[in-house]
């Protein structure tokens, strides 16, 4: 079967977010026994039970705020305690804090940029001390199409995106002779809760913008993240892979 993960365990942050679950549910459909990380406990409990009735494989859960540094260090640890040694680690959490750039405040900023990013960096950090001891470890991180276009009302979300495209290509670059890849994937307009809550036309205003003319299903991200877990994307380190319907060709 191509791209098993049979056998290896996977730590996704924001677990129980729409993308999380998906990532997770496919991971397991793979094979890979996984942990899943959030501050919401009962929804991660309640993703963890729906995960393993549908696939039968073990789903660990690990509440945990990433906002608060002490707990992040700890959370990579955690998850090897109680799942084995991880293989996978899919840095996927990430906040908004969306308002336009002359009343954005440097608190805004450094919200954003502790969850999409600092927190990226100390479990990542966490993970390649391992990895690169076992000569063997996959790192995905979850950028935006928007770190690469901007949008306007996003300078802070934008700047964390791309700024975790940049430290992967780095990270991948000081790793690839341990066989640790790192690489990020850049979704568009994703059917989400964030999405879908918007209003009717600030939705057909996304749709505009894709030449599919539909969003991207949870899935859609799911499935590229197996790719890049598996066996099989053991040559394809420092890149992002785009998922948006055509909205940004790069």
């Known amino acids: 079967m191509l791209f098993s993960l049979d056998g290896y365990n996977a730590l996704i942050t924001g677990g129980s977010g729409a993308?999380?679950?998906?990532?997770?549910?496919?991971?397991?459909?793979q094979g890979a026994n996984v942990a899943i990380s959030?501050?919401?406990?009962?929804?991660?409990?309640?993703?963890?039970?729906?995960?393993?009735?549908?696939?039968?494989?073990?789903v660990v859960t690990i509440p945990c705020d990433l906002a608060i540094v002490e707990n992040t260090k700890e959370l990579f640890q955690k998850a090897e305690q109680q799942l084995g040694q991880i293989d996978i680690l899919i840095n996927n959490a990430g906040i908004d804090k969306d308002m336009l750039f002359m009343k954005m405040s440097v608190q805004d900023l450094a919200d954003v940029l502790d969850i999409n990013l600092k927190a990226?960096?100390?479990l990542s950090q966490a993970a390649v001390v391992a990895m690169a001891k076992r000569r063997y470890g996959r790192i995905i991180n979850m950028a935006s199409v928007v770190g690469y276009?901007?949008?306007?009302?996003?300078?802070?979300?934008?700047?964390s995106k791309?700024?975790?495209?940049?430290?992967?290509?780095?990270?991948?670059?000081?790793?690839?002779?341990?066989?640790?890849?790192v690489?990020?994937?850049a979704p568009g307009a994703v059917r989400t809760p964030m999405i879908?809550?918007?209003?009717?036309?600030?939705?057909d205003a996304f749709l505009q913008k894709i030449p599919m003319a539909k969003m991207a299903e949870p899935e859609d991200v799911a499935y590229a993240c197996?790719?890049?877990?598996?066996k099989e994307a053991a040559y394809v380190t420092g890149q992002t892979i785009h998922v948006n319907g055509g909205m940004f060709i790069a």
């Not at 993308?19 to 459909?29: D, F, K, L, S, V």
């Open 183 to 185: 690489n990020c994937i």
């Open 19 to 29: 993308i999380g679950r998906a990532t997770a549910t496919a991971m397991a459909e």
């Open 226 to 230: 197996c790719y890049l877990a598996s």
């Open 149 to 159: 276009t901007g949008n306007a009302g996003q300078v802070n979300y934008c700047a």
């Open 196 to 203: 879908t809550s918007l209003k009717q036309q600030a939705q």
């Open 38 to 58: 959030g501050t919401r406990t009962d929804a991660l409990i309640r993703t963890a039970s729906e995960i393993e009735a549908k696939t039968g494989k073990r």
């Open 162 to 181: 791309a700024g975790l495209v940049g430290m992967s290509k780095a990270i991948a670059l000081e790793y690839a002779k341990r066989n640790v890849t």
């Open 120 to 122: 990226a960096f100390i």
